[in-house]
Structure formats: structure tokens, C-alpha cells
């Protein structure tokens, strides 16, 4: 965990929450106030950001006690205990709404994207998260989606080369696009078309795309274009593919099928914080 990261959205979500102090807590609990309190399960999921919400509350109380009986990626169902935390009364209660925001939303994600894994666990296609998250919050929204059991696509405009829809109309095609990219990149990086029919795979093939995404194509379009590529680059599956349309994207023989939902539309796992 990047703390130098962390640390920085931390603190500006405890800014957010408390402007100017927590009025209630501020004027109702002593300086010198101990208490211990637990985190339990009230919903069955996968676990993520249990070391984000240790350093919220470590950040208001360096002496805290956070100790957790799970890990993140593991799986709980109701009533487990996840957390014994134990330090400042003040420190807990200030810090509770924003370790549980981050440990409930993380959780949310890794739990979405586990059940979309295990959907095709016997099949060789990853299911992967797209840059289709909170602004802010990428980089624990990606470490969540790794807990759950999917695969990071690239973190940011700077980590990769995808030549989308708008990229191939501006440059006036796609060999025109890619050979304009590939001239000033590094050997090292790879480069990804965006693709919406066959037509469109060909040309990214013969420009040797290393990697062609299949944009909102059918399935039985995928098929054919698996099999058109023919494993000279790794096929990419994306565009609103569910639950009920993942099994079907992936027996086609797709290495990768991007779900920006599971980001995007991720709910909340809940979980409770209660004083002992």
C-alpha cells in the first residue's frame, strides 16, 4: 500500500467530513475518553480496505490498536468480525463514517468483481476494470478489483496506448493512427485498437495492433474475430457486458472482458461499526 497515496485521500476525505471539527463528538466526550469498538459483517462478500481504514483511524490516534481478524480478499458472510479497534473515543468516532465509507465501497467492488470471476473461473479469459472509476479513488478502486479476483487494465492515459473511436477519425483511419504512435512511443509499450466490426479488426491486424479491442460487437462477431486474429494479438471484449452475456463474451476465446460496472455501478457491502 502506497501510504504517500493513501494518506493524501485520507485526509482529504476527513476534511470533507469534518470541516471544522465534529461538533457533536467535540462537545459531548472527554479528551482522555478510551473506548473499543468492533467492524462485523452484516452482508456475505469479499473483504477490501481493511489497511484503509486502519490508517484513518491511525491518523487521528497514532496509538490506536486495529486488529483484524481477516483479510482483504477473503470471504465473510453475516455476523462475521472483521475488526477490533480500540484507542481515543474521540479518534473512533470521527474517524468511523470514513473507514467504514472506504471499507464498505472497496469491499463493494471486490465483491461485484468476484462474482463476475467466478462466472468464468474454468475459462482462460480475465475479467479486467476499465478507467471507469471515482475520480480520486483509482488507485484503491483498481486494488479492490484485484481482491476480488479480476486483472487491472491500465491505470491511466499515461500507462498505455488504446486508439479509440475518436483517436481513429482524427487521424484518419487506423494505419494511419497507429504508425503516428508508434513512431514516437518506446518499443516497450504496447499498442491497442479499439474495434467495432470486422472490417475494422482486419486493419487493426494489419497494422500489428498488439492488442484489438472488440467494441459492442455481437457475440458471434467476436467469435469471427477471434478466429480472424488468430492469436497474432490478445482480443480485448468490451461494451455493456452483464452477468447474464459474460459466459457466452468468453467462450468465444477472448483473452479480456472489460466491465466498467464493476467501478462504476459497484454497490456497498454493509458493514457495521458498534462500541463494546
Sequence with gaps: MNYLQLDEVILRALQEDMPMGDVTTDNIIAEDSQSKATLTAKQAGIVCGLDVARRVFQLLDANVSFVAQIHDGEAVVPGDLLVTVAGNTKALLKGERTALNFLQHLSGIATDTNRYAKLIADLKTKVVDTRKTTPGLRYLEKYAVSCGGGS??????????????????????????????RAKIPHTVKIEVETENLNMVQEAL??????????????????????????????????????????????TGVNLISIGRITRSAGSLDISMRFV
Excluded: C, Y
Excluded at 230 to 244: C, F, N, P, Q, T
Design 152 to 181: 487491472n487494465h491500465r491505470f491511466s492515459l499515461s500507462d498505455g496506448v488504446l486508439i479509440k473511436d475518436n483517436h481513429i477519425k482524427a487521424a484518419g483511419g487506423i494505419a494511419p493512427a497507429v504508425a503516428l504512435v
Design 206 to 251: 494489419d497494422a500489428k495492433a498488439d492488442i484489438i479491442m472488440l467494441d459492442n460487437m455481437t457475440v458471434e462477431s467476436m467469435a469471427e474475430a477471434v478466429r480472424l486474429i488468430d492469436g497474432r494479438a490478445l482480443v480485448e471484449a468490451s461494451g455493456d457486458i452483464d452477468d447474464k452475456k459474460l459466459r457466452m463474451v468468453a467462450e
